[in-house]
């Protein structure tokens, strides 16, 4: 079964049409709460088997909250929000599967190809199918050594009127320089249960935020302020990752910096570059960003569960 899902305010966003395979279709028409997921993580940024164990938990994470979970996609041609079994696992085993940023989308879908999601991208599907909610692990952010190279995920958070949780930027960016760009684009940064910027990898960076929360109803009504005033940025929601998890922060430092030399020695960059970086620090941590990084998927995926079934609970 397949539906087709309305935008914010009712009519369809200029034709943008997202196909919705139950049971994700069945909890919009029912009215219940609904976590949108991206798909690049799991295609692209994690390794096999890793990969499929965080689809798992993430998903069991946000219907162990009372929400549904949805993978968002392109999927032959079709924006998605929602795999099937028989798609998801062809994505865990990358078969034939892009990489998708927000201004891949268009050709994705008029070339009839099969697309993971990043964060931008996801919120584009996410939004247009009136999703509130979305989990991911870090979002992009500035670079380091390339202040001009920053990712659409900022833009895109700046134009997307939704709740994202997160654990902060990747730790191989410029965190500084986003938190300073977030501040610019009009993006509220909410720390959770913190009273500054973690580190994706680490609970601490030294950077403080402006605001905090400290229940899932807190974050809710922070929202709902932000859609009294008509705003059209994101509600960035950061958490520290797990304690069991996270990694002390000189340990990451050093091997990000390490990392970058590596790259700069070797002339990677551009769209190569966050992957060899990710990749080094794994090497370098001796697998133990990895960990982390399956943790704080987890744990943010329960995080945006817990906001979404609140949210469903404030509107009946």
Same mark, same amino acid.
């Given at each position: 079964m397949a539906t087709e899902?309305?935008?914010?305010?009712?009519?369809?966003?200029?034709?943008?049409?997202?196909?919705?395979?139950?049971?994700?279709?069945?909890?919009?028409?029912?009215?219940?709460p609904v976590v949108a997921l991206e798909s690049s993580v799991l295609a692209q940024g994690l390794p096999t088997p890793h990969n499929r164990t965080a689809a798992e938990q993430m998903m069991a994470a946000v219907s162990s909250a009372g929400a549904v979970p949805a993978i968002t996609a392109v999927v032959a041609g079709e924006a998605t929000l929602g795999l099937t079994p028989p798609e998801l696992e062809r994505f865990l085993v990358r078969d034939g599967i892009r990489k998708l940023a927000a201004r891949d989308l268009p050709v994705a879908m008029a070339q009839g190809l099969d697309g993971a999601t990043t964060v931008a991208a996801s919120l584009c599907i996410a939004s247009a199918a009136g999703i509130q909610v979305f989990a991911t692990g870090g979002i992009g952010g500035v670079h380091r050594d390339a202040p001009f190279d920053e990712s659409g995920d900022?833009?895109?958070?700046?134009?997307? +009127?939704?709740?994202?949780?997160?654990?902060?930027?990747?730790?191989?960016?410029?965190?500084?320089?986003?938190?300073?760009?977030?501040?610019?684009?009009?993006v509220t940064?909410?720390?959770?249960?913190?009273?500054?910027? +973690?580190g994706f990898f680490t609970r601490t960076t030294g950077l403080l935020l402006g605001a905090r929360?400290?229940?899932?109803?807190?974050?809710?009504?922070?929202?709902?302020?932000?859609?009294?005033?008509?705003?059209?940025?994101?509600?960035?929601?950061?958490?520290?990752? +797990?304690?069991?998890?996270?990694? +002390?922060?000189?340990?990451?430092?050093?091997a990000v910096a390490d990392a970058l030399k590596e790259a700069r020695r070797t002339g990677i960059q551009g769209a190569a570059a966050t992957p060899f970086l990710l990749g080094a620090?794994?090497?370098?941590?001796?697998?133990?960003?990895?960990?982390?990084?399956?943790?704080?998927?987890?744990?943010?995926?329960?995080?945006?569960?817990?906001?979404?079934?609140?949210?469903?609970?404030?509107?009946?």
């Open positions: 899902t309305r935008a914010p305010g009712g009519s369809l966003s200029r034709g943008f049409r997202v196909r919705v395979p139950s049971p994700v279709a069945e909890a919009i028409a029912a009215g219940r900022l833009v895109e958070l700046a134009r997307t +009127p939704m709740i994202v949780v997160s654990a902060g930027a990747k730790s191989i960016l410029d965190l500084a320089a986003t938190l300073e760009r977030l501040e610019t684009l009009g940064v909410v720390g959770y249960r913190t009273s500054e910027l +973690p929360a400290d229940t899932p109803d807190e974050v809710v009504a922070i929202y709902h302020a932000a859609q009294t005033l008509g705003r059209r940025q994101a509600i960035l929601v950061v958490q520290p990752p +797990p304690d069991d998890v996270a990694l +002390p922060r000189e340990v990451v430092d050093r620090v794994v090497e370098a941590t001796g697998g133990r960003s990895l960990i982390a990084n399956l943790g704080l998927l987890e744990a943010n995926a329960l995080l945006a569960g817990q906001i979404a079934a609140r949210m469903f609970a404030k509107n009946r």
